[in-house]
């Protein structure tokens, strides 16, 4: 079975601290990870996948077979880095939908 | 414009009333997936239509049905809504083979 488990729900931390936003997986398999923000209840946007290894907006993510993780980091949060971030799983068979965690809502405080 | 259109933005409509919504993919994508965010649910794989047939259903009632027409656009029709269907839904599209999916504005559907 596909899961995604992002155990914080709400992540509050203060402009210019480090972030970081975890997420854990469950597959029998290589999936491929994503992260996703949502703006004030916006659409989804891509912020980062695992297999492109890129920095977007200052954040990483590095997947952790082993540990079964692809957190989500920055050094130093911004205030509008404040939204909601979704970490997402695609499986290699099937439909290959997106099998999305709950979410964590990221507070950045002045 | 992320070039998946969604309509309409709003909906409130009553309990046991039928709506549909809509979404365009975009240009050259096959697939057109449906989610529903809500808050205690979160974002729920509902369905996805590629090329005009159903590939894969997630935690989609009975009462709700999609399809998608020869010119790719999809349709969710939610009938005999009820408070508890009260929530965003998404549609999502992808072209085949590639790993980036496409999210749609969402519409906000409030049933009272």
């Known amino acids: 079975a596909q899961r995604v488990t992002q155990p914080e729900k709400l992540l509050s931390v203060f402009k210019g601290a480090p972030v970081e936003l975890k997420c854990n997986y469950s597959y029998s398999g290589s999936p491929e990870l994503f992260w996703y923000v949502q703006y004030s209840r916006q659409r989804l946007q891509l912020l980062l996948r695992?297999?492109s290894r890129e920095s977007i907006k200052g954040f990483t993510a590095d997947l952790n077979k082993g540990e079964t993780s692809f957190h989500l980091k920055k050094p130093f949060a911004q205030e509008e880095d404040s939204a909601m971030y979704y970490c997402a799983l695609r499986g290699w068979k099937g439909a290959q939908k997106l099998v999305f965690g709950q979410g964590t809502r990221l507070t950045i405080n002045p | 414009d992320s070039g998946v259109t969604q309509t309409p933005k709003h909906l409130i409509t009553a309990t046991g009333q039928r709506v549909t919504l809509r979404c365009s993919p975009r240009?050259?994508?096959?697939?057109v997936y449906w989610y529903q965010q809500s808050l205690d649910q979160g974002l729920q794989f509902l369905i996805q239509?590629?090329?005009?047939?159903?590939?894969a259903k997630g935690n989609i009632l009975e009462r709700f049905s999609a399809q998608q027409f020869p010119d790719l656009h999809s349709e969710l029709n939610l009938s005999s809504l009820e408070l508890g269907d009260s929530a965003l839904y998404f549609c999502?599209?992808?072209?085949?083979?590639?790993?980036?999916?496409?999210f749609g504005s969402g519409t906000r559907l409030t049933v009272v």
């Open positions: 999502a599209s992808r072209l085949q083979g590639a790993c980036g999916y496409t």
């Open positions: 239509y590629y090329n005009g047939e159903e590939r």
């Open positions: 240009s050259g994508d096959l697939s």
């Open positions: 695992h297999i």
